[in-house]
């Protein structure tokens, strides 16, 4: 019996049948999207031994650390490695990225204490030194293959160290691989490169050449039992964290006092050999100089003695001269008396005989003669002695000059020797203070606990999935309580319009057990077929999809589905009950009545005035045909009613469906567009590049590629929001007040006015300021990244949709340096060579384009486009079978009345309009209806949607309104032109018959 | 004065199973312009057959049908819609007013239509409920009712007017006023009025009588002096 029933009105049991296996599928579909998504990831996690925390030593990890580790009963697998986040090249494209390399043992990659065990994608595993594989985040934009080669770029700021760590510089990719350390599309965040770390770098731990660990990945004892995404685990992992570090204080000072210590010794050994080699060249200088100096003397004393000698030689030579003087002069008398003499002496040999005066005038001759000879040879002799003393001297004074220029060359010698140790030692000295300074500079050893649970990746990944959730717990809901509501209706309409066969069946002796037994199977029929089809449906295919959109953000394996009994059970029975409830209900009321009563046709509802009447002009106005439908409105209330709720409920969530599109398409514009009016931003190394970088400066003074820049101090501040949680804030502090708010738009979101920013301006982000509990006026207090802190009174709050940002004026905060760049690009530039030109600079560590950020934030916000596009085509399934069912009924139940009109001469037209003029009016009521409820839905999913960091649109845009009034009246009509075939082949005969 | 309504060899086959039987069997007969003609017969002889066919509401497979000088049965769907729209008018044996209108607002549906109608009140006055003009059907009796029905047609100024068995569901006395009132109105307004009826004690009071039996006109009496109503018992 039910069988000839379902198929005598195959279209009605259809309906009722898909409306209920749509709403039960939605639900059951969104609902399981979230377990599903979790299921999957923790799956994953699991079987890849995913650590829980991630222990980094600053000053490394060593042996004695990881054995230490490993014997704490909470830890349960510990693997230390060697990690590190570094700048690479690819010489190829000449492009750099910013990895995460890390030294692994790749042969006990399949044992069980390998943590983070990894999926090869494509190629190999490493078997050389300089061969890699990568795991990329962002897989789908990624252009990485493999063969490509990345080397260890110099712009690195620790280049020396990490090259030192490594046997290469240069490493071939071979194979891409999926661990459970990226998870995001956007990477992990690091402070080094450009600040996120999109791709992961494993060599073999043979590559690596350190002496110590700078990791230990660490699982936790009972970890594995427990979901991620539950409050037990992040419960473990915080009272684990405890012991941790209190392990890390203890480890820490170990370690700290060994590295010191051991570069104290180092140093201090260095300093003594130092000392020694000082003392030794001093004594060796020292007796140079005493050799010089003894030297000297020796050469002035004898050139004193040189001296005295030739003043005695003088003196010899003078009395010499007054001997030759007196010989002259006794020559000159011998001279004068010889004439005399030799008369004389004729006068002697002729025999006279001389006078004794005359013989002693000869004799006194004779002998001056004689004297005069004998002093004229010993004159002679005395002056060839001088000469000859003489020459000595010269010959001595001449041996003295040279020794003396010997010694003059000595000593200038010495003087060079003396200087340049001089010099080397104040070199060493200088070198020494450097190394102390070095060591004094060693921070103590701390260890950092990174948690699985807050990793860029699982922490967003788990916030996206609560997002899933949300709206699961909104949308589907409001949509299955329309199905039900409209499943209901279109049960009580069977069972009233079959009154006469319930009383022919009853007046022929069937039981109410058995006429009741008929409803309820059939009403059974479509809801639990309705039920079983609609979550055999919905369970695999709407996690299935979600899950799909949301891997375009997270490199996790597919979603896997499960048909949730738990679910199931809940969805079916409540769906279930209610249509058999109902059933049961109107057949119970339908079977009170006596058969006869059931023969005759149900007393018709009487018709009313409706209250528009009494407003007589208005009514009077109003034309014939008009007056007609509102009266036929107002006649079918309940009809009137579940139209309305439904085609309300329909055009509520295509309404939310489009803003909420609206509101994170909104983001990116307004954000990119509207607020930031920067290209670029550029970090450069240090603060006096202007006079410094030619390059820079020539790039930034190019008139076609840059329009104007402004440069600015920038960090990362935190600070507590009500909740008491760690927020980070953005510190922007520009060096020009005045031109800051050419670069960055500051204006209030509500009243859309210019936020002023100015010297003594501190201004904060709406979204922050929310979050913080702040308002204008307000004094906060932030943490620096220096561990300074400053306390700022807040003037003004700006629109802001991505991060938050806290902008101050000059006197709110003297910033130290001022090493970023805003740069704005000139009008036809190129966005590409600009960002490479700016790159050319060596003082530039990196730039970041705003058309990247903006393009990346885009496709990231896409995903959710993703869930709006499903909600969309369910609401409009929804609306469809709504209005069908809604509109089937209202003919069904006015057939004689349609027909009766057809005789009376109405054209089919006039006879569709007689009915689809009510159909319009009631989609146009609910359409109205259908504002606040999707105003207020809209506001809902936002706010549950909504993440920390990101502020979505709040407003709908009119066009959105347009598209969901536009789909609604398009679904009108798409019903009217079905139901026209239906009202068309509506027979006259039907007016013969008795019931109305 | 004779072929104003003409049926000339009209057949009409239904096909059920594959069994086909004939509703109207080669039917011929005529009615002149002002008429009051009385089809009678038994249950399931062809009579609501007819009547739909004359009505517009359904086509004939063989044969012709003419209303003042026109073939019906060469009109379409358009056509048909009309005919119905500006030639008949129509009384129903279950009256099939629209619940929501009043009885005025009933008449008007109709007469909203049509080329040339009758003013609507003074229809209704005409058929006595000039009191309940503003009252709803579920407000009226049964008599009251299938008067508001026959303003309704009447209202339309239809060349003819087709009643099918107008008194089935009203009680003697009712019925009889309602016979009456038909009667009135053909005399009155010089209609054409064919009422249907399975009550051959009506037959005395119609000008022509058509008996219809197995989808034929067996006979067709004109009654020359036709009695009234109130005299007719049954
Ligand atoms: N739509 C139809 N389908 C099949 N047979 C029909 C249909 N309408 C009428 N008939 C048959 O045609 C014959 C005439 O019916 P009808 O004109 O309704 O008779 P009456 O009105 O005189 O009682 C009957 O035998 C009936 O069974
Ligand atoms: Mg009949």
């Known amino acids: 019996m039910t069988r000839r029933s379902i198929r005598g009105s195959l279209s009605r049991f259809l309906s009722i049948l898909s409306i209920i296996a749509l709403g039960a599928g939605f639900l059951a579909g969104l609902i399981s999207s979230t377990p599903d998504m979790q299921k999957t990831a923790d799956k994953y996690f699991v079987s890849h031994n995913a650590y829980d925390y991630d222990i980094t030593g600053t000053l490394g990890l060593t042996a004695g650390d990881i054995k230490a580790i490993s014997g704490l009963s909470e830890v349960d697998k510990v693997m230390p490695v060697y990690k590190r986040d570094m700048t690479v090249e690819n010489y190829a494209d000449k492009e750099k990225y910013t990895v995460r390399m890390t030294a692994f043992d790749f042969a006990a990659r399949n044992s069980d204490d390998f943590i983070n065990r990894s999926d090869l994608l494509k190629g190999r595993y490493p078997e050389k030194d300089n061969e890699c594989v990568l795991e990329i985040s962002n897989i789908y934009t990624s252009n990485h293959k493999l063969g490509e080669e990345l080397t260890i770029s110099k712009d690195d700021r620790d280049y020396d160290e990490i090259r030192g760590d490594f046997k290469y510089k240069k490493f071939r990719v071979v194979g891409i691989v999926r661990t459970p350390m990226f998870i995001s599309a956007h990477g992990e965040v690091t402070t080094a490169g450009d600040g996120s770390v999109m791709l992961g770098v494993y060599v073999r731990k043979q590559a690596c050449k350190a002496s110590v660990y700078t990791d230990a990945y660490v699982t936790l004892t009972g970890a594995d039992k427990l979901s991620r995404f539950s409050d037990d685990y992040s419960d473990l992992v915080s009272s684990d964290k405890t012991v941790l570090k209190d392990l890390g204080r203890e480890r820490s000072s170990i370690r700290s006092r060994e590295v010191i210590g051991r570069a104290q010794q180092k140093v201090d050994k260095v300093e003594k050999k130092y000392q020694k080699k000082k003392a030794e060249t001093s004594s060796q200088l020292a007796d140079a100089a005493y050799k010089i100096n003894a030297g000297k003397q020796k050469l002035n004393s004898s050139e004193d003695k040189i001296k005295a000698s030739e003043a005695a030689l003088k003196e010899q030579s003078s009395s010499v001269d007054a001997k030759e003087d007196q010989l002259d002069a006794l020559d000159k008398k011998l001279a004068a008396g010889q004439a005399y003499v030799d008369q004389l002496k004729q006068l002697r040999d002729s025999g006279a005989a001389l006078t004794e005066e005359q013989t002693a005038a000869v004799e006194a001759y004779d002998s001056g003669m004689a004297q005069l000879s004998a002093g004229r040879t010993a004159i002679a002799s005395a002056r060839s002695r001088i000469s000859a003393a003489y020459k000595k001297l010269a010959k001595a004074q001449a041996a003295i000059d040279s020794s003396r220029a010997e010694l003059a060359a000595q000593e200038s010698k010495y003087l060079q020797a003396r200087a340049k140790a001089e010099k080397s030692f104040a070199g060493a000295e200088k070198k020494l203070r450097d190394a102390q300074d070095e060591v004094d500079k060693i921070k103590n050893a701390k260890w950092y606990l990174n948690s699985f649970e807050d990793s860029v990746g699982f922490s967003n990944y788990k916030s996206d999935v609560d997002k899933v959730s949300a709206v699961a717990k909104v949308f589907p809901v409001f949509f299955f309580l329309v199905a039900v509501l409209v499943a209901l209706t279109t049960m009580t309409r069977l069972i009233d319009e079959e009154r006469e066969l319930i009383g022919t069946l009853k007046s022929l002796g069937y039981s109410r057990r058995k006429i009741m037994q008929y409803y309820m199977s059939y009403a059974l029929e479509a809801s639990a077929g309705g039920c079983v089809i609609g979550m055999a449906l919905g369970f695999p295919l709407f996690p299935k999809i979600i899950g799909n959109a949301y891997t375009m953000m997270y490199d996790l394996p597919a979603t896997e589905t499960e048909f949730i009994w738990k679910y199931a059970v809940v969805i079916g029975l409540v769906m279930i009950i209610s249509i058999l409830g109902t059933t049961y209900l109107a057949c119970a009321r339908t079977l009170r009545e006596r058969p006869a009563m059931l023969l005759l046709p149900e007393a018709p509802s009487p018709g009313k005035r409706i209250l528009l009447e009494r407003i007589g002009p208005l009514w009077r106005r109003l034309s014939f045909t008009r007056k007609v439908t509102c009266r036929n409105l107002f006649r079918y209330k309940k009809r009137f009613l579940m139209t309305i709720i439904g085609v309300a409920g329909c055009f509520a969530l295509l309404i939310t469906g489009f803003g909420v599109r609206d509101s994170i398409g909104d983001i990116v514009h307004k954000q990119y567009d509207e607020l930031f009016h920067y290209d670029f931003t550029v970090e450069v190394t240090n603060d006096k590049w202007t006079a410094k970088d030619k390059t820079l400066a020539d790039t930034l003074g190019n008139k076609d590629l840059v329009k104007s820049y402004i440069s600015y101090f920038s960090d990362k501040a935190h600070t507590e929001d009500t909740k008491g949680k760690d927020m980070d804030i953005n510190v922007i502090s520009p060096q020009n007040d005045a031109a800051f708010t050419d670069f960055v738009t500051l204006r209030s979101r509500s009243t859309g006015k210019n936020v002023p920013f100015g010297r003594n301006s501190a201004v904060i982000n709406e979204k922050a300021a929310e979050s913080i509990g702040a308002k204008t006026g307000d004094k906060v207090k932030f943490t620096l990244s220096s561990d300074k802190s400053i306390t700022v009174k807040i003037t003004g709050i700006t629109e802001n949709y991505v991060a938050s940002y806290l902008y101050l004026g000059d006197n709110v905060y003297s910033a130290p340096n001022h090493r970023h760049l805003m740069v704005k690009m000139a009008k036809g530039a190129d966005n590409d060579k600009v960002m490479e030109k700016l790159l050319d600079s060596s003082r530039v560590s990196y730039v970041v384009s705003t058309e990247y950020v903006k393009s990346n934030f885009a496709d990231s916000v896409k995903s959710i486009n993703y869930i709006v596009i499903v909600l969309i085509v369910c609401a409009g399934a929804l609306a469809v079978i709504v209005l069908y069912n809604l509109t089937n009924v209202n003919i069904c139940e006015r057939k004689k009345e349609l027909a009766t009109i057809k005789v009376l001469g109405f054209f089919d037209r006039e006879v569709s309009a007689y009915i689809f003029r009510e159909i319009n009016m009631l989609a146009g009521i609910g359409i109205l209806f259908g504002v606040p409820v999707g105003i207020w839905l809209h506001k809902f999913v936002i706010r549950t949607v909504e993440v920390n960091s990101v502020m979505f649109g709040q407003n709908i845009e009119w066009p959105s309104y347009l598209y969901a009034a536009g789909l609604t009246v398009l679904f009108t009509i798409f019903v009217n032109l079905i139901m026209r075939r239906k009202i068309k082949d509506i027979d006259m005969v039907e007016s013969m018959k008795a019931n109305d | ?234």
């Open chain 2, 1 to 234: 004065m004779a072929g104003y309504i003409e049926f000339q060899n009209v057949s009409k086959f239904y096909k059920m199973g594959g069994q086909r039987i004939s509703a109207l069997d080669d039917m011929n007969f005529e009615i002149a312009k002002g008429e009051f003609c009385v089809i009678v017969g038994p249950s399931g002889a062809g009579k609501t057959t007819l009547l739909n066919i004359l009505g517009g509401m359904d086509r004939c497979d063989e044969g012709r049908v003419y209303l003042d000088g026109r073939e019906i049965g060469g009109l379409d769907t358009r056509g048909l819609t009309e005919y119905r729209r500006y030639d008949v008018g129509f009384v129903f044996q279950f009256y099939n007013l629209v619940q929501n209108l009043t009885a005025l607002e009933n008449v008007e549906l109709a007469s909203e239509i049509c080329r040339d109608p009758l003013d609507c009140r003074a229809v209704l006055r005409e058929v006595g409920l000039e009191d309940r003009m503003d009252n709803f059907p579920a407000q009226l009796s049964g008599g009251e009712q299938q008067r508001v029905a026959i303003a309704r047609a009447l209202a339309k100024n239809p060349k003819v007017l087709l009643c099918d068995e107008p008194t089935g569901a009203l009680d003697y006395s009712t019925g009889k006023t309602i016979l009456q009132l038909l009667h009135d109105t053909c005399r009155r307004f010089g209609k054409t009025v064919i009422v249907i009826t399975h009550n051959q004690a009506i037959v005395p009071m119609a000008d022509k009588v058509i008996s219809v039996k197995n989808g034929k006109a067996v006979r067709v009496e004109i009654n020359n002096d036709p009695e009234p109503i109130e005299r007719i018992e049954w």
